[in-house]
Nanobody
Framework: QVQLVESGGGLVQPGGSLRLSCAAS????????MGWHRQAPGKQRELVAYITSSGNTNYADSVKGRFIISGDVAKNTVYLQMNSLKPEDTAVYYCNAVQLGYGKDYWGQGTQVTVSS
């Protein structure tokens, strides 16, 4: 089974930057969008940003102006550049790929991002 593999998480000070990467272990055809979600301790998983196969992007209000999503959905790769990080950005970040035509969802195992001084 094809999986999504994330990398790039870690510990960073407030105001710092991190870049997350996600790639599929094989090929996932007909992906409509890829995105990043996050889940902080004791909270529900939330959508951070996504990018569609046509290159359109969307962001959660909490990260607009600070995070940038990029990638090639057809090649099953997506990145998240995170700038001006805040302690409230601390969470496990998950990569996601959606095949609307097949009704399927793919998820990565998650990568920890900790923002602390």
């Amino acid at each position: 089974q094809v999986q999504l593999v994330e990398s790039g998480g870690g510990l960073v000070q407030p105001g710092g930057s991190l870049r997350l990467s996600c790639a599929a272990s094989g090929v996932i055809f007909s992906v409509n969008a890829m995105g990043w979600h996050r889940q902080a301790p004791g909270k529900q998983r939330e959508l951070v940003a996504y990018i569609t196969s046509s290159g359109n992007t969307n962001y959660a209000d909490s990260v607009k102006g600070r995070f940038i999503i990029s990638g090639d959905v057809a090649k099953n790769t997506v990145y998240l550049q995170m700038n001006s990080l805040k302690p409230e950005d601390t969470a496990v970040y998950y990569c996601n790929a959606v095949q609307l035509g097949y009704g399927k969802d793919y998820w990565g195992q998650g990568t920890q991002v900790t923002v602390s001084s």
